[in-house]
């Protein structure tokens, strides 16, 4: 069964750092594209980066060059690198992995995890 399982979330100042992590079982990340999007308190999900099978990236508007996406196919996770965080980055963060392909932000996913806290407060 497919299972995506994300960790590394927490509280952080404005300005901080943190790097979520993703694994996934049940298949490849290496052969499917795969995206970070996250949820606000009283808003709607919101697309946040996604990267290919040939581990090519896209980022939201949003991001800035703060976040960085990656991958490790060994051993079948998925990152996301958060920098410079700020009070609207509070959001629950899910991995997730696509149908296709991410063209201009638009993801379609089949799975999704549980999710994982981040927190910036002053």
């Known amino acids: 069964a497919v299972q995506l399982v994300e960790s590394g979330g927490g509280l952080v100042q404005p300005g901080g750092s943190l790097r979520l992590s993703c694994k996934a079982s049940g298949f490849a990340v290496g052969y499917y594209s795969m995206s970070w999007v996250r949820q606000a308190p009283g808003k709607e999900l919101q697309w946040v980066s996604s990267?290919?099978?040939?581990?090519?990236?896209t980022y939201a508007d949003f991001v800035k060059g703060r976040f960085t996406i990656s991958k490790d196919n060994a051993e079948n996770t998925l990152f996301l690198q958060l920098n410079n965080l700020t009070t609207d980055d509070t959001a629950v963060y899910y991995c997730?992995?696509?149908?296709?392909?991410?063209?201009?932000?638009?993801?379609?996913?089949?799975?999704r995890g549980q999710g994982t806290q981040v927190t910036v407060f002053s």
């Open positions: 990267i290919g099978a040939p581990s090519d990236s």
């Open positions: 997730a992995r696509e149908r296709t392909p991410v063209l201009n932000g638009k993801w379609r996913a089949d799975y």
